[in-house]
């Protein structure tokens, strides 16, 4: 069974940290690009970032470009957000995703996501 | 980066067909054709329901189809039915490798 489950969600101050993992099963996690994306409260949702499947490339949402690192262990099957500097507006549901396609061919739409761990930037 | 524009809310009774629109840019939907609909409904994770402007993932029904003209794209959704009721995102890629998604409709059956 495909699943993806987020963990390390929880409550930070503005300015700390937090890294968020991803793992994956039920799937050749390796061979996909994987996708972060987020929804503030009462808000849509908002793409993060992307990284290739291999690891080579990773690339960002501009809100969070420079904060926020995405990477990853095809060893393990696991995902991860670093978020740094963290703002009250950071506070969201961030979602792990599969990436549509595999290996070089993206579609960039994801079809699996984990339920989402819950980050709450509060002082 | 912008969102994508969507109207806030639409709906449509049990039976009957309703579209949803997403507005982009020449620089987003106007050029690609990667154009997704995602399905969220209350406490669950989203759905891909449409990728590639109208290809459907296996299991999602019929009932859903998507369309582009020009630099707006469509969702369809026909026969609703009450358990459609929830909210629609739209998204596209929009170069550089980065996604952009739409503001998000509510559907009301």
């Known amino acids: 069974q495909v699943q993806l489950v987020e963990s390390g969600g929880g409550v930070v101050q503005p300015g700390k940290s937090l890294k968020l993992s991803c793992a994956a099963s039920g799937f050749s996690f390796s061979n996909f690009a994987m996708h972060w994306v987020r929804q503030a409260p009462g808000k849509g949702l908002e793409w993060l970032a992307v990284?290739?499947?291999?690891?080579?490339?990773?690339y960002y949402a501009g809100s969070v470009k420079g904060r926020f690192t995405i990477s990853r262990d095809n060893s393990n099957n696991v995902l991860y957000l670093q978020m740094n500097n963290l703002e009250d507006e950071d506070t969201a549901i961030y979602y792990c995703a599969k990436e549509v396609g595999s290996t070089y061919f993206y579609y960039y739409a994801v079809d699996v996501w984990g339920h989402g761990a819950t980050v709450t930037v509060s002082s | 980066q912008s969102t994508l524009t969507q109207v806030p809310s639409a709906s449509g009774s049990p039976g009957q067909s309703v579209t949803i629109s997403c507005t982009g840019t020449r620089s987003d939907v106007g050029i690609y054709n990667y154009v997704s609909w995602y399905q969220h409904l209350p406490g669950k994770p989203p759905k891909l329901i449409i990728y590639?402007?109208?290809k459907r993932p296996s299991g999602v029904p019929s009932r859903f189809s998507g369309s582009k003209s020009g630099n707006t794209a469509s969702l369809t959704v026909s026969e609703l039915q009450a358990e459609d009721e929830g909210d629609y995102y739209c998204s596209s890629y929009s170069g550089n490798s980065v996604v952009i998604f739409g503001g998000g409709t509510r559907l009301t059956v």
């Open positions: 990284i290739w499947f291999d690891g080579s490339d990773k």
């Open positions: 590639d402007v109208n």
